[in-house]
T-cell receptor, first 112, second 118 residues
């Protein structure tokens, strides 16, 4: 089982739709969580951190469920420019080191 | 403010050839990383450097060496390239020791190097 699992998609949605991605992680000692966005043939860029209480940034909402060990990303009112791959990232910190695990990503296509 | 700069953008090597990928950051970050990204897989950590003068192996270090030349620069060397090393390589940096735990701050990536080994 992969340490961080995401549905690879692709998700094909029309403009204006709401779309949700889920991500599960296996290490219950994981400390911090992020969503990154990666455009085709580009580097990943931080979209948002994910906090225990949930957090929102404009049309994007991230949620964390530690008990079930999953993270979600909700995109409301999808735009054509939201088309990208969304990467779930989990950090596990421990004495003397850390481990950052990337999910393989979920592809989103937003159509006009 | 350039962020993370890595060179070259593209490279084709023959099996057995060597090369060095260069990376530099201007954000005064302590930690730097090298990842590779292959289709259908998440980014995998090759090596990282938590601070100037230190380097540690990541998940897939075999076939690679690194040098943390100074705080700004972190290079990745392939001594004898193999077709299995065909991949996209990303350098990244982060501000560390947030909340006393290394690795809890986000990563800033370079533009990537597309390497093909024939």
């Amino acid at each position: 089982r992969k340490e961080v699992e995401q549905d690879p998609g692709p998700f094909n949605v029309p403009e204006g739709a709401t779309v949700a991605f889920n991500c599960t992680y296996s290490n219950s000692a994981s400390q911090s969580f992020f969503w990154y966005r990666q455009d085709c043939r580009k580097e990943p860029k931080l979209l948002m951190s994910v906090y225990s209480s949930g957090n929102e940034d404009g049309r994007f909402t991230a949620q964390l469920n530690r008990a079930s060990q999953y993270i979600s990303l909700l995109i409301r009112d999808s735009k054509l420019s939201d088309s990208a791959t969304y990467l779930c990232v989990v950090n596990s910190g421990f004495t003397g080191g850390f481990k950052t695990i990337f999910g393989a990503g979920t592809r989103l296509f937003v159509k006009a | 403010n350039a962020g993370v700069t890595q060179t070259p953008k593209f490279q084709v090597l023959k099996t057995g050839q060597s090369m060095t990928l260069q990376c530099a950051q201007d954000m005064n970050h302590n930690s730097m990383y090298w990842y590779r990204q292959d289709p259908g897989m998440g980014l995998r950590l090759i090596y990282y450097s938590a601070s100037e003068g230190t380097t540690d192996k990541g998940e897939v270090p075999n076939g690679y060496n690194v040098s943390r030349l100074n705080k700004r620069e972190f290079s990745l060397r392939l001594e004898s390239a193999a077709p299995s090393q065909t991949s996209v390589y990303f350098c990244a940096s982060s501000q560390d020791l947030e909340n006393g735990l290394r690795g809890n701050s986000p990563l800033h990536f370079g533009n990537g190097t597309r390497l093909t080994v024939t």
